[in-house]
């Protein structure tokens, strides 16, 4: 009985190790065949995801208007007066105000872009110069006829606020600065005038505007103040430089809700009543497009939308 039970302890042994054996085997993990055809498609969605998140947050960082943006005091309706609504009988033919609306901030936004491209509105567009859209978009623009302007980008006040590629700063030398803007120009090769992309620190500095101004009338080009502050420089300058010259009365969308644009161009309308034309100023988003979208017919009504280069003087 002893004999037996040695002789069947190294059969037992080995009966247990061949099932571990075969256990193990069959939860094998899978093979890199395997997971390249299962895994491949999720790590490409997850990197897709990843650099669309990415291309979100520079547009994010680079598109940005400025904040607590001041109103020109001419512009400024008095106390108490009514804003008259775009829904107001329309003004005979040729006694109608005009008005000019800028989309700044071009080039970025591609779907949003080719769509305020397409409207009928003789809108006039400013174009980032290092956009990825730019090149493209612009010649759309001009094929169009309208009026395209290289939306130069300055120091703000606030370093938070990044102007992004091809940005102008006061540490910069007069060489650096007439250098960028040849270069920010020649990056929008069918602009006829220039206006700036924030800049409130950068454009309250007389001898930096007269340096970028330089540049501009060397090419027979126009300055639109986009008025990011109250103390730029650049309409004044621009005027005593001899330069065609005006500067934004109304920016659109600070607020990006429909209704709110749509009172803004009521605002718009009412300043041109007032004082025979008016420059407003908006930016690629979808509020914005509603916004005109809704607003377009009554405008056509009530003003005549002209392109930017007639209000200059």
Known sequence: MRSRQIFNRPVLLYTILLLFM?????????????????????????????????????EQKIVFEEPDLP???????????????CETEPVPVGKKPKIAIIIDD?????????????????????FLPKAPFTLEQEEQAWQQGRDILVHMPMEARDSAWDPGPGALYLKFSSQEIRTTVAENLTAVPHAIGSNNHMGSRFTENRAAMYEVLSVLKQRGLFFIDSYTTAQSTGFDEARKMGIPTARRHVFLDNVKEQDKICRQLEQLVALARKNGWAIGIGHPNQATLKALIRCRKQLLENVDIVSVHTLVK
């Open 71 to 85: 109103q020109p005091h001419d512009a400024q309706l008095e106390v108490g007066e009514d804003v008259p609504s």
């Open 106 to 126: 071009m080039g970025y936004h591609q779907q949003i872009g080719n769509s305020l491209l397409a409207m009928n509105m003789n809108l006039t567009f400013s």
């Open 22 to 58: 075969v256990g193990l085997s069959s939860c094998r993990s899978p093979s890199k065949e395997d997971t390249t055809v299962v895994e491949k498609p999720a790590r490409s969605a997850l990197l897709e995801k990843k650099q669309k998140e990415q291309k979100e947050q520079k």
